[in-house]
Nanobody
């Protein structure tokens, strides 16, 4: 079965950086849609960065634009989320997801609709202290 697993979470001070990784098994990201989401306690899970692997086209939530970067290493079948200038409000459980079953990978209408992703990782915790 297709599985994805996140890694790289941890604790960091405000202004610091972390790089999350999402590795896939029994699956290749190439040609597919990959997304990063996060969920803070008491809040809904939000889509923050997504890439369409075929073209490398990306889309970001306004809350992370200019600070976070999604990228892929095709040889390693891994997707990364580089997070810079971290803020306490970035503290959350971070998830990667792939294999959309409806809608579009990117775009104003579908970005943010987590239901279109069918495979999810267990998540990795990021804590940013002030």
């Amino acid at each position: 079965a297709v599985q994805v697993v996140e890694s790289g979470g941890g604790s960091v001070q405000a202004g610091g950086s972390l790089r999350l990784a999402c590795a896939a098994s029994e699956y290749t990201f190439n040609g597919n849609c990959m997304g990063w989401f996060r969920q803070a306690p008491g809040k809904e899970r939000e889509e923050i960065a997504t890439m369409f692997a075929n073209t490398g086209t990306t889309q970001y939530a306004d809350s992370v634009k200019g600070r976070f970067t999604i990228s892929q290493d095709i040889a390693k079948n891994t997707v990364y989320l580089q997070m810079n200038s971290l803020k306490p409000e970035d503290s959350a459980m971070y998830y990667c997801a792939t294999l959309i079953t409806f809608g579009s990978c990117l775009g104003r209408i579908d970005f943010g609709d987590q239901a279109r992703f069918s495979v999810w990782g267990p998540g990795t915790q990021v804590t940013v202290s002030s």
